[in-house]
């Protein structure tokens, strides 16, 4: 193995790789919540099935769809592997041992809360992106784009899947609020001087982010958006 396959194989490595591809989640949850986002409107959906035509045809976010994928994968099994490692190194846990002291829960959950929002990613996937990529969305809306607003409001009838996402952003909260910080840390841009600006930022991204994804499912459920 070379000796860049072995500094990735490595703790550090792995750690390392989990950051990046962490960060470049979180630039993809910006433009997902935003396009999302455009279901506010309230115009029946137009603007939302604008915007989700636009994600569908557009060449580059195609392309980038693939690079996500593979970030996303890397993650989740950078974050098994971790796991493993971690649990491998000290099979035993300590007579005493006040993790409570050192770290948040949350921080202590990653494994928890990431296992959760990966159900979560299944369900959703199923929902909207295999119907709106392969399937095929049966209607159309005024402009004569796919009506995928349709399909999202036929999805939060159900008060089971309304729930499932909300307790998934709840999840995704307490992810990014360890993550996002996490991720600046590992990969050593970090320092004293704006480590608060760092951590104020992941605080208000990760309420924000997490609010407006649970607020969408809620709101059409409720009938607050037509």
């Known amino acids: 193995m070379s000796g860049f396959g072995n500094a990735l194989s490595s703790s550090i490595g792995k750690k390392f790789i989990m950051g990046i591809t ?3 989640l979180v630039l993809f949850l910006v433009v997902h919540c935003f396009i999302n986002a455009l279901i506010f409107f309230n115009d029946g ?3 939302f099935n604008i ?3 636009f994600m569908a045809s557009n060449w580059i976010i ?3 769809e693939i690079v996500l994928f593979i970030g996303l994968l890397a993650h989740i099994f950078q974050a098994l592997r971790l796991t493993l490692q ?6 035993v846990k300590y007579a005493v041992n006040n993790g409570k002291a050192n770290s948040k829960w949350y921080s202590r959950s990653m494994g928890l809360l990431g296992t959760l929002l990966l159900i979560f990613l299944i369900v959703h996937l199923s929902n909207f992106w295999v119907v709106s990529r392969f399937t095929g969305i049966p209607t159309v809306d005024a402009n004569g784009h796919e009506d995928l607003y349709a399909v999202m409001r036929e999805t939060f009838k159900n008060p089971l899947i309304v729930l499932l996402y909300t307790l998934a952003m709840i999840s995704l909260c307490y992810h990014l609020l360890h993550g996002f910080a996490s991720a600046f840390q590992t990969l050593g841009w970090n320092h004293t001087k704006y480590n608060g600006i760092i951590k104020g930022a992941g605080v208000w991204y990760s309420i924000i982010i997490s609010v407006l994804f649970a607020a969408m499912p809620i709101a059409v459920h409720f009938g607050l958006i037509k």
């Open 22 to 24: 962490g960060l470049f």
């Open 62 to 64: 195609r392309a980038g």
């Open 86 to 91: 971690n649990q491998k190194a000290r099979p």
């Open 51 to 53: 915007g989700a035509h």
């Open 45 to 47: 959906g137009l603007t």
